[in-house]
């Protein structure tokens, strides 16, 4: 299984940016994709973005395509996810999870099997 490890979260102003990272280790040489999901309070999880790790090909939600790119390091087996003109909507704990070929969470092509312990992200004035 892989261990992920995010990071980056905090208060930022509307209209500001931040970036988060997601550390990879442990099995990571058979990951598939890896994926960023968010949870806002009272709603239900969402997957918002994720990336394939044989060819970078990356799928954004709506919600925050034109706002969000998603990209990786695989020397440093690290995953970004860039987030720039928050809005306080994106306020909500941001998830990493990986497709490393167990069951999980189904989401667009994959599924996610390992995740992260979430990063909290606050979007207010």
């Known amino acids: 299984q892989v261990q992920l490890v995010e990071s980056g979260g905090g208060l930022v102003q509307p209209g500001g940016s931040l970036r988060l990272s997601c550390a990879a280790s442990g099995f990571t040489l058979g990951l598939y994709a890896y994926g960023w999901f968010r949870q806002a309070p009272g709603k239900e999880r969402e997957g918002i973005s994720c990336?394939?790790?044989?060819?970078?090909?990356?799928y954004y939600a709506d919600s925050v395509k034109g706002r969000f790119t998603i990209s990786r390091d695989n020397a440093k087996n690290t995953v970004y996810l860039q987030m720039n003109s928050l809005k306080p909507e994106d306020t909500a704990i941001y998830y990493c999870?990986?497709?490393?070929?167990?069951?999980?969470?189904?989401?667009?092509?994959?599924?996610?099997?390992?995740w992260g312990q979430g990063t909290q992200v606050t979007v207010s004035s």
């Open positions: 990336i394939s790790n044989s060819d970078a090909r990356t």
């Open positions: 999870a990986a497709d490393d070929g167990s069951h999980g969470t189904s989401w667009y092509y994959y599924d996610f099997g390992s």
